[in-house]
T-cell receptor, first 113, second 108 residues
């Protein structure tokens, strides 16, 4: 299995608070991704990174920001959490292009009350 | 946005039965991937199909890529309870788009 960890694995937070989720990889893969998974919507791309300090928006980027200061870490920040951001968040990595095979982390279940 | 439609959405069968799930699009893809996701875990890559008409086998799972590279199917022979999970197809050109998945439940 690819070495991908996510932290925290579960989090409950209140509306309006900032939240940061962390993804850490030990594979030295160039590309990293953040997805959210919701019933009826499937997996949707939030943001992705193609290198240190290089990021781009995905399908559902509003309300989220990301940072990648090291190859191994990709952070997802909700500046002011809303109830619509309650979801399961997955980090993924890939070795080459964004349409190359991806390897997923175990997920973070976030509840915004 | 390239849409991937998966069918059926849900499938409940008995152990030993055969089944096929489908992934269809109006777009042409350079490749399609299939993933399986078990409850509480992230998706795990099963296979990538690249060439139109390609067939790949993974034990009891057979994956086929349509000749026009717009669709794919996954056939499971003699399903087992361990096959239970959400099966996702994915494809794209700049980033991956995922279908909503087929939830498969195999009962003993």
């Amino acid at each position: 299995d690819a070495g991908i960890t996510q932290s925290p694995r579960h989090k409950v937070t209140e509306t309006g608070t900032p939240v940061t989720l962390r993804c850490h990889q030990t594979e030295n893969h160039r590309y990293m991704y953040w997805y959210r998974q919701d019933p009826g919507h499937g997996l949707r791309l939030i943001h992705y990174s193609y290198g240190v300090k290089d990021t781009d928006k995905g399908e559902v980027s509003d309300g989220y920001s990301v940072s990648r200061s090291k190859t191994e870490d990709f952070l997802l920040t909700l500046e002011s959490a809303t109830s619509s951001q309650t979801s399961v968040y997955f980090c993924a990595i890939s070795e080459s292009t964004p349409v190359h095979e991806q390897y997923f982390g175990p997920g973070t279940r976030l509840t915004v009350t | 946005t390239q849409l991937l439609e998966q069918s059926p959405q849900f499938l409940s069968i008995q152990e030993g039965e055969n089944l096929t799930v489908y992934c269809n699009s109006s777009s042409v893809f350079s490749s399609l991937q299939w993933y399986r996701q078990e409850p509480g875990e992230g998706p795990v890559l099963l296979v990538t199909v690249v060439t139109g008409g390609e067939v790949k086998k993974l034990k009891r799972l057979t994956f086929q890529f349509g000749d026009a590279r717009k669709d794919s199917s996954l056939h499971i022979t003699a399903a087992q309870p361990g096959d239970t999970g959400l099966y996702l197809c994915a494809g794209g050109y700049s980033t991956l788009t995922f279908g909503k998945g087929t939830m498969l439940l195999v009962s003993p």
